[in-house]
Structure formats: C-alpha cells, structure tokens
C-alpha cells in the first residue's frame, strides 16, 4: 500500500516524468539494482544492510500474519499449533532466510520450501481464497479482504503472535556511492513522508 500510495502522489506533484514501478522479490530487485537497471527498491532490509554494495533506510516495520480464507478446516478448532500449519499448502512471496529457518525448525525439517511462490499479492491472495492453502503477508495487504470477511487471520499457540521473525523489516535499498536522480530522490521523500503518517495514525490507534 505504501509504495503505489507514494507512487501516485509523486504523479500528481510531478506529473510529467515517466517512472518504473516493478515488484518482484528482493533478491531479483538486488540484481537489478546491482545492474543499474534500477535506482532504489522497497524491501526487508536484513538481506542488504549487512552487504557494502547497498545503502539501506529503515522505513516503519510491517507485521507478518498466517491467514486463510473463510470457511477454512483450521477456523473450527479451537486450538492451533504449528503442527495443524503444516497439513496445508503455504503460499506466500520469496521469504527471508531467517522466516524460512523459523519455519524449517517448526516443520523439522533442514530448510523450508514454499508451495505457491508468488510476487504478485493480489493473485496470492486469490488463490488462497479459493482453496486451502494458508498465506503468510503482511497485516496491511489483508486489511481490506479481512473486513470484508472474505479472509480469516491465524494465530497459533505456540507461534508468538508479535513475533519479530515474520515482521518484514522494510526499508529502502540503494547502491552504495551512486548518486540519485533528482526524480528518485523526490519519490523516496515521499515514501519517508506517507510512511511517518501511517506509523503516527498506527500509534494514535493502538
């Protein structure tokens, strides 16, 4: 929500310069921001703010929550483990080292491979309300399908339900010692701003 949020407030200030927006997972964007081919991404800053090659700038942290769709097998227990998790499909974008290590110790087994693997929310989204597989995204992608009841969310007990581990770190990753367009740096102000909104309105919220 953020970046097509910043997206078209950057259009409507600055209606005339022509942009790129792709989304795809972090580690395509890191090859092509290695290559040039773009200037910044958004995404979790734990694969990059370790490597020299990329700057990176800490945006507000995005919550990570298991769901399905109404009417799922799992919504009439009363209880919920890891265990009942992996008796469906999980669909989810290109996970994080450290969520699949989670998961991989959860599963027990030595690493974790997803079943539906997809960039693409809003097809993510459909396919889980379709069928029985669970989905793991962030809380503020769900909002709209969860009010509408077309989406359940999932907790389980033995899970931590503010677990940092499935909170994306997001941010904004650039290439160490290139310097910005002045279009891209107006586009990322504008992300920094519209993302201080959203955690002060979380804030007054909670």
């Known amino acids: 929500k953020l970046v097509p949020d910043a997206l078209a407030e950057f ?15 972090w580690e395509t964007l890191g090859r092509l921001l ?55 499909p999980l ?14 110790g959860f599963s027990g087994k ?18 889980v309300s379709q069928t029985d597989a669970v989905g793991l995204a962030m809380l503020e992608t769900l909002a709209l399908h969860l009010e ?3 989406l359940a969310l999932l907790d389980f007990r033995n899970l931590p339900e503010n677990l940092d581990s499935l909170s994306a770190r997001c941010g904004i990753v650039t290439r160490t010692g290139y310097r910005l367009s002045p279009a891209a740096r107006a586009l990322i102000e504008i992300i920094v701003e519209l993302d201080g909104i959203e955690a002060e309105e979380a804030r007054r919220s909670a």
């Open 148 to 150: 509408r009841g077309e």
């Open 34 to 88: 290695a290559r040039d081919e773009i200037e910044f991404f958004i995404a979790d800053i734990r694969q990059f703010e370790t490597d020299p090659n990329f700057q990176t700038r800490e945006l507000s942290p995005r919550r990570g929550r298991f769901f399905c769709r109404a009417g799922h097998p799992l919504l009439a227990k009363d209880s919920l483990s890891t265990n009942d998790l992996f008796d469906y």
């Open 110 to 127: 030595a690493d974790f491979s997803l079943n539906v693997e997809c960039e693409h929310m809003p097809a993510l989204v459909q396919v």
């Open 11 to 25: 259009i409507a200030r600055h209606p005339r310069i022509n942009t790129r927006f792709e989304v795809n997972n």
């Open 91 to 104: 669909a989810a974008t290109r996970l994080p080292a450290g969520v699949r290590k989670l998961l991989a």
